[in-house]
C-alpha cells in the first residue's frame, strides 16, 4: 500500500501545481463533508488521489475532507488531499497532500503514510516498524541533549482558539522562546519528524483524523511521540465526526520540562 500511497501524492502534485494560487484553483465549490469550504484545487486533489487508488485495483473505504466516506471493503484510506488550502489561496508554500491506510478504523492501525510538499516535491513516508523516510532517506527526531527554554523550537496551531483556552495554555508559552506557526499540521508534523521542530501542539479540539493521520504514522517511525491533552498516547477513532488535540514531542523530557511548576 505505501507505493500506492506515494504515487497518489506525486500525482496529486503534478495535478495542483498549476492551480495553486490562481482564481480557479481558489474557485469555491461548496461545502465540504468536513464543513470547510471546498475549493477547485481541494476537489482536484481529492479526485487525482481516488483515480491512483482504483488504478491500483484496491478498493479501501475511503475518508476525505470533502468527499466524506466511501465505503470499501480493503481497510482505510484517510486523506487529506490539500492541508494547508489557506496557504495554497495566496500563494504561500507550505501546504502539502497528506494520505494514509489504516487496517482498521482507528489511528493507532494506521500502517502506512505518505505526505508531499506539494511547493517542493518533498515527499515523506513511512510504514510500521520500518522507519521514516523523506525522498528516500531516512529520518528521525532531534533529540536533545539538554532541555533549555532558548533552545526548543515548538510549533503550534492557535487559529480561532477561543480566550479562556488561550490563558489555559498561556503558561506553556512562556516557556518557549521559539514558537512557529506554519499553517499546515500535517506537515509542521514531518518538520518534526525531521529534525527541525523540537515539539508541535493543537489543543483546539478541532483536529479531524484527516488531517494527521499520515503525520501520526511519521512522527512515530522518526522516533517521536504524539499525546493527548491528558498526557496518554494519543489514539482516536476514524470517525468523520471525531475530534481532538494532541501534543508531539521529539523527546519526553520536553513534556517534562513544560510540566513543571
Known amino acids: 500500500m505505501i507505493e500506492t500511497l506515494k504515487t497518489a501524492c506525486l500525482e496529486v502534485r503534478k ?10 484553483g481558489n474557485t469555491k465549490m461548496g461545502l465540504g ?18 483515480e491512483t487508488i482504483k488504478e491500483s485495483g484496491k478498493n479501501p473505504t ?33 501546504n502539502c497532500c497528506s494520505l494514509a491506510f489504516a487496517t482498521e478504523p482507528r489511528l493507532s492501525s494506521v500502517t502506512d503514510a505518505a505526505i508531499i510538499d506539494i511547493a517542493n516535491g518533498d515527499l515523506y513516508y513511512a510504514s510500521g516498524d520500518k522507519g521514516a523516510f523523506l525522498n528516500g532517506n531516512k529520518i528521525s527526531v532531534k533529540k536533545p541533549e539538554t532541555i533549555k527554554e532558548d533552545e526548543i523550537i515548538a510549533g503550534v496551531n492557535i487559529s480561532g482558539i477561543s480566550q479562556d483556552l488561550l490563558y489555559l495554555i498561556g503558561p506553556i508559552f512562556t516557556k518557549l522562546n521559539h514558537i512557529r506557526v506554519f499553517g499546515a499540521n500535517a506537515l509542521e508534523l514531518c518538520f518534526l519528524a525531521r529534525g527541525y521542530l523540537d ?63
Open 15 to 24: 495535478s495542483v501545481k498549476n492551480l495553486v494560487g490562481t482564481p480557479e
Open 33 to 50: 463533508a468536513g464543513g470547510d469550504i471546498s475549493r477547485k484545487i481541494d476537489i482536484t486533489a481529492e479526485k487525482k488521489v481516488m
Open 62 to 94: 475511503i475518508i476525505g475532507e470533502e468527499c466524506g466516506i466511501i465505503e470499501g471493503k480493503d481497510g482505510y484510506i484517510i486523506m487529506d488531499a490539500i492541508d494547508g488550502t489557506t496557504n495554497v489561496t495566496r500563494s504561500i508554500p507550505f
Open 199 to 261: 515539539m508541535f501542539m493543537d489543543f483546539r479540539d478541532k483536529i479531524r483524523p484527516t488531517d494527521m493521520a499520515a503525520a501520526y504514522l511519521i512522527v512515530k517511525e522518526a522516533g517521536g511521540l504524539i499525546l493527548d491533552k491528558t498526557g496518554n498516547t494519543l489514539d482516536s477513532e476514524l470517525l468523520f465526526n471525531s475530534r481532538f488535540s494532541f501534543i508531539a514531542f521529539s523527546d519526553i523530557k520536553i513534556y517534562d520540562f513544560l510540566a513543571q511548576d
